[in-house]
């Protein structure tokens, strides 16, 4: 609240001294750093562990100093709201977002503002529910084909690479219209190589131009080319079509402005495309290879989860309707979303100086939200390392709404929630009626917190067909 001026003041005899407020504390710091780096090597090394100890020491939030720049590690719920919700105006992506520009342009994850509104009007509708119900035929086919070449060629050695061709698959074909299963393995080592230079860029203390020719920058210079050039190769013989469809491209090239008359450039589908294709495949490979490995790691909830699809779909494969009857199905992806969120942390950058309860934020700092943190916090989740897909199933505990962020909250929610949630309880009841997992003894199961939460390797999990 603002004061009166002294010399302004129009008080008619003298008033005692006023007191000064005390200025609002900073969110308080970890202070087990170095000189000059302050936390950054430690998150270099392993960020999830820095972030689970500055946590340990201060559970509601706590401040890292990486080299000049602030980070504010933000775990209550209830700050998380503030962040995300009530004050989602005062805050914008972080820098370490501009690597993800390179890749992206200025698709949804990246864009910002009034942009950002608009990109995110034109795209809603492909997610709609009726939408979906035709998606869900593409998902169930694409997973049929790679489930008969496993009857003849044996089920897939590589669970997580099997996953990553399978969603590619689903996606090609549910946005594009296009089977894009051949050219799965040079797509994904391109997806690699530009999420690791984005990885890379952001967490650089001095950043490297991306034009200047090194061998990082060029190997990523591929990459991108390679991302464009199927993209837009499908955006230019679309565009020779009389019809431009009613998949996600056909609406992203039929889309107007507000005045009806401005259409989308190809780069902007580019963007626009490619933020997609990556949202709906490299993310839900990961989610689906997590879930497989928890259902090997728990033989009984792999058995519970085999009589609930083989009592809902007999021989036949699923389809939309089916999603909300697999409800023990549905509880797995949650509760695997629970220890393996994909999105395992993101960011807000303060425009001004903010309060939360747990102290003042400075203007310029970044703000994150770590979910593999906040979905393992004892105070939220009891027993959080057990995988225990009861928590997601009717008569579970009622918990704070941003307890549980897997797709992220506030405005900026992930546009694809339902199309990943549809996707991934379709593929999973495919797969464990036709294949059982097995857990690989010996081998422990490594995480990758990259830009997105990968198993480093695959997972330690041997799928093996059926009887």
Known sequence: MATTPASTARATRPRAPRAEATPTAEVPEYTSRVPYFGHLLRAWHDPIALFGEAKAAHPGAVRLVFGPHHYVLVSSPASIKHVLVDNAQGYVKSRNYDGLKVVFGQGLLTSEGDFWKRQRRLVQPAFHRQKLAKLARTMTESTRRMLDRARTHGAPEHVHEAMMRLTFAIVGRALFSVDLEGEASAIGEALTTGLEWTNDYAEALVRVPPWLPTP?????????????????????????????????????????????????????????????????????????????????????????????VREVLGDRDPTFDDVPKLALTRAVVDETMRLYPPAWAFERQALEDDTIAEGRIRKGAIVGVSTFLLHRDPELFPEPEVFDPNRFLPGAPERHKLAYIPFGGGPRTCIGNSFAITEAVLVLAMLVRELRAERIPGKPLVLDPKVTLRPKGDVPVRLVRRA
Do not use: C
């Open 216 to 308: 990082k920058n060029l190997a990523f210079k591929r990459a991108l080319r390679t991302l464009d050039d199927l993209v837009l190769r499908i955006v230019d013989e679309r565009r020779r079509q009389p019809d431009p469809g009613d998949d996600l491209l056909g609406m992203l090239l039929s889309a107007t402005d507000e005045t009806g008359k401005e259409r989308m450039s190809d780069r902007q589908i580019r963007d626009e495309s490619l933020t997609l294709v990556v949202a709906g495949h490299e993310t839900t490979a990961s989610l689906l290879a997590f879930a497989l490995y928890g259902l090997a790691e728990h033989p009984a909830w792999q058995a519970r989860v085999l009589a609930e």
